[in-house]
């Protein structure tokens, strides 16, 4: 399978509480709800050919219980998500879900690379990772992610959870897709492409 990550981010790296002021405030996090003023038709369309084109999903734990209880819910086979979301695979990474009550839901625990590694081997088509920001910096520096999707929108928010840390495994990425939607959301889908090039006689041009 080709593991595909899919992430909407501000312009200074957070992608923390997007959907709601509610939606997650771990942290004293305080500004949800940033992405809806910017989600139009192209990127509610764009996002939509994401869904459909997936064969499995793969999750947090944390992300997945979310997703379980609003998406879960919706009985609805014209909403292109929820239909993806509840008729295809779900993986679950983590080590004290014992009893999920989504369906088409396993819960991978002990060796997670293993297992991943697994499920890329044997099946078919693209395990796609939504949100799970933990576990795409995970799956990030055990070098498992084949294609990384950002909806990068056009604020800075100063405050709240970054995909990328501070410090963490340098990788070169190659741009393969890219599209700007007429609200300023910035589509881009990357590939690793081993290590970056640096200056003669440093880690910097500097």
Do not use: C
């Amino acid at each position: 399978m080709k593991l595909t990550t899919v992430t909407h981010i501000t312009l200074d790296g957070v992608v923390q509480g997007l959907g709601g002021l509610d939606e997650d405030r771990r942290g004293g996090f305080e500004r949800g709800g940033w992405a809806i003023p910017f989600f139009g038709d192209q990127a509610a369309e764009y996002l939509d050919q994401v869904f459909r084109r997936a064969d499995a999903f793969l999750f947090g734990r944390w992300t997945y219980e979310v997703f379980a209880s609003y998406w879960g819910a919706i009985d609805d086979p014209d909403n292109v998500i929820a239909a993806s979301l509840n008729r295809q695979p779900k993986f679950v990474a983590s080590s004290t879900l014992t009893d999920p009550q989504w369906t088409e839901t396993t819960v991978l625990s002990g060796d997670l690379a293993a297992a991943v590694a697994q499920l890329k081997e044997e099946r078919d088509g693209e395990l796609q990772v939504h949100g799970s920001i933990t576990l795409v910096r995970w799956l990030l520096e055990h070098e498992l992610v084949d294609e990384i999707v950002l909806l990068a929108y056009p604020l800075v928010l100063g405050q709240g959870t970054r995909l990328f840390p501070d410090t963490g495994r340098d990788t070169k990425l190659r741009l393969v897709d890219s599209e700007v939607t007429p609200s300023g959301i910035i589509v881009q889908a990357y590939r690793p492409d081993g290590r970056p090039e640096y200056a003669p006689g440093g880690t910097s041009a500097d």
